[in-house]
């Protein structure tokens, strides 16, 4: 199975400040990378795929990047609406991963 | 619009068998590049797939639930069915359907969740 591992784990931040998370793969998942958001109480929401195509109707301030082991996910202008948990998950093959997870705290 | 929702029971004994619909709508999964799959989510908050479906009947599980996971689609045409044997208190969870962009290429993310349903063994 391909191993992903986010960081941090928990991240504290104040509305405003540009936001990074990174998701790293046991081995490489070329593009086949996505990036969710959980808010508290609800499922998860698509927010990219393909390592950095937006989903519609995902601020600009959101974006994605990276390729084969290595994967970010930034958040330009923190926003209150942004308090959730991100998770990483690889598609490249099965079985699919998800990583376990950064939590996003505003100050 | 796509939609998904998840039923079934709420509490199940050790050693019993799970079975979940996932009812849909605003798509055919008779159509090429469809797909429906579930994913839980453990009180640990870990997300976990388990399996999917596609739209020529081909399906993938998770090799870690060691034969136990089965989906299938129903005969009513907008619905998927998860079956769990031999439940385990480690397979309390909150419980996904979810729906697979639509693309004919093998690897696709889950661009529609259900709201979940929560399933507890004891």
């Known amino acids: 199975d391909i191993q992903m591992t986010q960081s941090p784990s928990t991240l504290s931040a104040s509305v405003g400040d540009r936001v990074t998370i990174t998701c790293r793969a046991s081995q490489s998942i070329s593009t086949w990378l996505a990036w969710y958001q959980q808010r508290p109480g609800k499922a998860p929401k698509l927010l990219i795929s393909?390592?950095?195509n937006l989903e519609s109707g995902v601020p600009s301030r959101v974006s994605g990047s990276g390729y084969g082991t290595e994967f970010t996910l930034t958040i330009s202008s923190l926003q209150p609406d942004d308090l959730a948990t991100y998770y990483c998950?690889?598609?490249?093959?099965?079985?699919?991963?998800f990583g376990q997870g950064t939590k996003l705290e505003i100050k | 619009q796509i939609t998904l929702k998840e039923s079934g029971p709420t509490l199940v004994k050790p050693t019993q068998t799970l079975t979940l619909t996932c009812t849909f709508s605003?798509?055919?999964?008779?159509?090429?590049?469809?797909?429906v799959g579930w994913i839980r989510q453990s009180p640990r908050k870990a997300l976990e797939w388990l399996g999917i479906?596609?739209?020529?009947?081909?399906?993938r599980y998770s090799p870690s639930l060691k034969n136990r996971v089965t989906i299938t689609k129903a005969t009513s045409k907008t619905q998927v069915v998860l079956t769990l044997t031999n439940m385990d208190p480690e397979d309390t969870a909150t419980y996904y359907c979810?729906?697979?962009?639509?693309?004919?290429?093998?690897?696709?993310?889950?661009?529609?969740w259900g709201q979940g349903t929560t399933v507890t063994v004891s």
């Open positions: 998950q690889q598609y490249n093959s099965f079985p699919y991963t």
């Open positions: 479906i596609y739209w020529d009947d081909d399906k």
């Open positions: 605003g798509f055919s999964l008779t159509t090429s590049g469809e797909g």
């Open positions: 979810v729906h697979r962009q639509t693309t004919i290429i093998v690897g696709a993310a889950f661009d529609i």
């Open positions: 393909k390592a950095s």
